[in-house]
């Protein structure tokens, strides 16, 4: 399995942006299928956007279709979460997982490593 650290959170006002990466160990990461998700307090942790092993297939949330951009960089081991247009309901901790599983994956169960989460905090 990869280990996977995440980064790029802190505080924005709405409207603004921020880029969120995940960074993995291990030989292996370009056959992981990797996903963002995120937890606001009281709430369920959510699938946000993912992304297949080759980069060749992104899919998102309906929540942030349009505002938010996954993208990978195999050779620098890294996941990237570009959030424009972050409104207060993004405020959350955000986590990066990764996934061998053969179809675009969106449930927690699919994915096996987890990040420790980042928070993103979204001012009104």
């Known amino acids: 399995q990869v280990q996977l650290v995440e980064s790029g959170g802190g505080l924005v006002q709405a409207g603004g942006s921020l880029r969120l990466s995940c960074a993995a160990s291990g030989r292996t990461f370009s056959s992981y299928t990797m996903g963002w998700f995120r937890q606001a307090p009281g709430k369920e942790r959510e699938f946000v956007a993912g992304i297949t092993w080759s980069g060749g297939s992104t899919y998102y949330a309906d929540s942030v279709k349009g505002r938010f951009t996954i993208s990978r960089d195999n050779a620098k081991n890294t996941v990237y979460l570009q959030m424009n247009s972050l409104k207060p309901e993004d405020m959350a901790v955000y986590y990066c997982?990764?996934?061998?599983?053969?179809?675009?994956?969106?449930?927690?169960?699919?994915?096996?490593?987890w990040g420790q989460g980042t928070q993103v905090t979204v001012s009104s």
């Open positions: 997982a990764a996934t061998r599983v053969p179809y675009r994956a969106t449930m927690i169960s699919d994915f096996v490593s």
